[in-house]
């Protein structure tokens, strides 16, 4: 039986060490599974961004374990890390002068060594990844350039051309109108279900995650309890 793609245990979240210590979550208990597409909800200020960030090892967990792939996650380099998971945020990154394409290409730096040059297998990613998310008709743009739902789209594609077992997601759908969030969530749930990734989205949004998650994890002060839903 192979080891679910993310799994955490009796993990505490939050800030600083020792007296300073300033926990967000305590007790967070799951596992993801590959081809799982799961929705992270809960009230504002109850943690959800803190414990991607977690995950995701911009911050370290101050109890508990958390390990990728069945590997404890203080135990990958930034490379390895790099090449298993992939992390969309709500913060709009500095991206300079960058084009799209350039910006979605970024996505290959786990893969393409000291040179950053592009191979032609990573050039037909990066095009595949742009066509998913219908960013190839700006990629010539500056990223500056976009709306903030556009450029919402093209870091989703960024993480798509990082191809990672996981994807984390922290309301990717904030900028986004009705039928672009629609869009991402058939992609994200086509992701899981037809490519195997593991994907969890943090969202408000419940109402229409539903029809396209597996389940839900609620993120509470007790800690985190896993509920259906219902596809429409």
């Known amino acids: 039986m192979s080891s679910p793609a993310l799994a955490f ?4 979240t939050g800030y600083g ?11 967070l208990t799951a596992a993801l599974a590959a081809g799982d597409f799961v929705a992270l909800i809960g009230r504002n200020g109850c943690g959800k961004s803190t414990l991607l960030r977690t ?8 109890a508990g374990s958390l390990s990728l792939q069945g590997r404890a996650v203080q135990d990958y380099s930034p490379k390895e890390l790099a090449r298993t998971l992939a992390v ?13 394409r350039e910006a979605v290409a970024t996505g290959r730096t786990p893969y393409t060594g000291l040179t950053g040059r592009l191979s032609d297998t990573d050039n037909n990613i990066i095009d595949d990844a742009l066509r998913q998310t219908a960013t190839a008709i700006f990629a010539s743009r500056p990223l500056t350039s976009l709306s903030d739902g556009e450029r919402q789209r093209v870091m989703v594609a ?24 629609r869009e991402l969530l058939t992609l994200l749930r086509t992701l899981a279900k ?4 593991a994907v969890l989205l943090s ?5 229409l995650t539903a029809q396209y998650a597996d389940r839900a994890w609620h993120l509470t ?12």
């Open 9 to 12: 245990e009796a993990l505490a």
């Open 17 to 27: 060490s020792g007296r300073r210590r300033r926990i967000v979550g305590s007790g």
């Open 55 to 62: 995950i995701a090892a911009l911050q370290k967990p101050l």
């Open 88 to 100: 969309v945020l709500t913060a709009r990154p500095d991206t300079g002068y960058l084009t799209v």
């Open 158 to 181: 960024k993480a798509l051309a990082q191809q990672t077992p996981l994807i984390l997601l922290d309301e990717p759908m904030a900028f986004l109108d009705h039928p672009a969030k």
């Open 194 to 197: 037809e490519r195997g990734k």
């Open 203 to 207: 969202t408000h949004d419940l109402e």
């Open 221 to 232: 002060p007790a800690g985190i309890t896993e509920q259906a839903v219902f596809r429409i």
